[in-house]
């Protein structure tokens, strides 16, 4: 048997629940059961190591640059284990559609901290890994297909769970506070790994199955008060309406601006071909870049990348900031497979650049909008819905860096949400654009997802690959210059703090009935 067929199985075990799970959910948001922090260790020695990894994608700009690595083609071949944390919560006890880790590490002051996809949040001695405290939820009813996550700044933790949000202690993983009741009825349930700057924690819902869609929040740090909420479906505006399907909300951490603005990557409207045929709108501000002011949460500008979208496609990738010619532009992208230079002060595009494989259908939703629709069942895309771009991406002096899935999907029938059927192996590609063009400088095909999110260090761009793989190639080639095989399949992005890799090896487990594998595994340069 292909073994990458096998794979394939797995895979959309994880995708379908992925896009079920994280567009189709309904409810009410009930009280998460109580948390509580289990103490180990009282500091993090910092002796023998240093480097830092302060934000979900490296910074507020969410560049996603390793600033102050080590780690270049020159000494990449001397990365080597130095460590593995089991995980001890329910999310390690077996084996489910996402896995049981898809958050990004954040590395403060010789810590490392991550949260896993039942809640629990783990804090890990970067030098050792051993575990300095948890904070347990264990709420795998609840869990969903993430990324999860944290943000620590000002010497506290904060963090989600399906239905709360919490600060902690980070030296000890005391709370500090919990707010609940932040969610009504069908506005969907917590999964983003949030953002901590200006003295605000910004999060959002993943999608809202009521009028009003999901809803994206500000909470004051130092109490957890909410300063601020914004619908992501309006139908009080002109020329939106509200769905009352499963929809909008934000799946990746948001962009803050040093011009007082947060940038949001919003998902789809989450509804049928047909629907979107029969009834057709733009659905705002469904699969867009949405800009607020960051202090009052109004509106300043959005860039919709597909009205009326019936694919599950998302432009839920965290938006970057950038300059180019000294003008501040947002590279955003998502699961329709297209990379959108904006305008940072307006929102008017302008540069988008397909990447990865696409068969002819991106237009598809706008002739439906247009009334011009001649679509028949079956319907195979490509990108399918699960992307196209899945996972962030990275910028790095001119050149934007993603990685992109090729997995084409195939509609059986027109009343469906989301393309249910494969009609290929998976496989993906790692690209890089130029920022001021948006033309592509170099394109390297991967056998498998690239399901790890771009990351840059010095003269190399890493991701990883589903079947559990670390890669690295050449910025300037795209050469492969460096594979370690991983002891479990992944779909995390990862970290890079001086000479030290963190890589949360958490996915779906490959071939097997059993648990107990994920794990977060550190590669550091031997000397």
């Known amino acids: 048997m292909d073994p990458r067929r096998t794979t394939v199985g797995v895979l959309l075990l994880f995708a379908l629940g992925l896009l079920v799970a994280g567009c189709g959910g309904s409810g009410t948001a009930q009280a998460s059961a109580a948390c509580k922090t289990v103490t180990r260790s009282a500091t993090a020695s910092t002796a023998g190591v240093s480097g830092s990894w302060l934000d979900s994608n490296a910074d507020l700009a969410n560049t996603r640059v390793a600033t102050g690595s080590t780690i270049s083609s020159r000494n990449v071949s001397q990365l080597t284990q130095a460590w593995a944390f089991k995980l001890t919560g329910t999310a390690a006890a077996g084996v489910r559609p996402y896995g049981a880790l898809t958050a990004n590490p954040i590395v403060q002051k010789g810590a490392v901290y991550i949260q896993d996809l039942d809640s629990n949040v783990y804090a ?96 004051n740090a130092a109490t957890g008060a909410v300063v601020w909420k914004f619908n992501t479906v309006h139908g009080a505006e002109p020329g939106v309406r509200a769905l009352g399907l499963g929809a909008g ?74 300059s180019v010619g000294g003008a501040p532009v947002v590279i955003t992208s998502g699961k329709m497979g297209y990379v959108y230079e904006i305008n940072a002060s307006t929102g008017k595009l302008i540069w988008k650049t397909p990447v990865g494989s696409h068969n002819g259908h991106d237009n598809d939703s706008l002739d439906a909008l247009e009334h011009h629709s001649t679509i028949k069942a079956p319907l195979t895309i490509d990108p399918g819905s699960f992307g196209g771009v899945l ?63 771009a990351t840059v260090s010095n003269n190399l761009v890493f991701t990883t690959l589903y079947n559990g793989e670390l890669l690295a190639l050449n910025r300037k080639t795209g050469v492969a210059v460096y594979r370690q095989k991983l002891p479990t399949s992944t779909n995390s992005p990862i970290a890079i703090a001086g000479d030290t890799v963190i890589v949360p090896a958490g996915g779906p487990v490959l071939g097997k009935r059993g648990g107990g594998d994920a794990q977060v595994v550190a590669y550091r340069v031997s000397s």
């Open 391 to 453: 996972t962030n991406l990275a910028a790095a002096s001119d050149t934007v860096y993603v990685a992109t899935i090729d997995l084409p999907l195939t509609y059986p029938t027109l009343n469906l949400p989301t393309a249910t059927k494969a009609a290929g192996l998976p496989a993906g590609e790692v690209e890089a654009l130029n920022l001021t063009t948006g033309k592509v400088e170099w394109d390297t095909h991967v056998p498998e997802l690239p399901l790890g999110a």
């Open 249 to 322: 909300g934000a799946w990746e951490t948001p962009l803050v601006s040093s011009d007082g603005s947060v940038t949001y990557g919003i998902g789809n409207p989450y509804q049928t071909v047909n629907e979107a045929i029969k009834h057709p709108a733009a659905d705002l501000y469904t699969d867009s870049a949405v800009n607020l002011d960051a202090a009052t949460g109004k509106l300043r500008w959005y860039y919709q990348g597909v009205p009326d979208d019936f694919k599950d496609y998302d432009m839920q990738t965290s938006p970057i900031s950038a």
């Open 124 to 219: 890990l001695s970067l030098a050792s890994g051993k575990l300095l405290w948890e904070y347990r939820c264990n709420q795998p009813e609840k869990s969903g297909p993430g990324p999860n996550g944290v943000g620590v700044a000002n010497g506290r933790v904060y963090g989600l769970t399906p239905t709360t949000a919490f600060a902690l202690s980070a030296s000890t993983g005391r709370k500090a506070w919990v707010k609940s009741g932040l969610l009504h009825k069908g506005q969907g349930t917590f999964g983003i790994q949030p953002q901590v700057a200006t003295g605000r924690v910004y999060l959002a819902s993943q999608y809202g199955s009521g009028p009003g869609g999901g809803v994206l929040i500000a909470l």
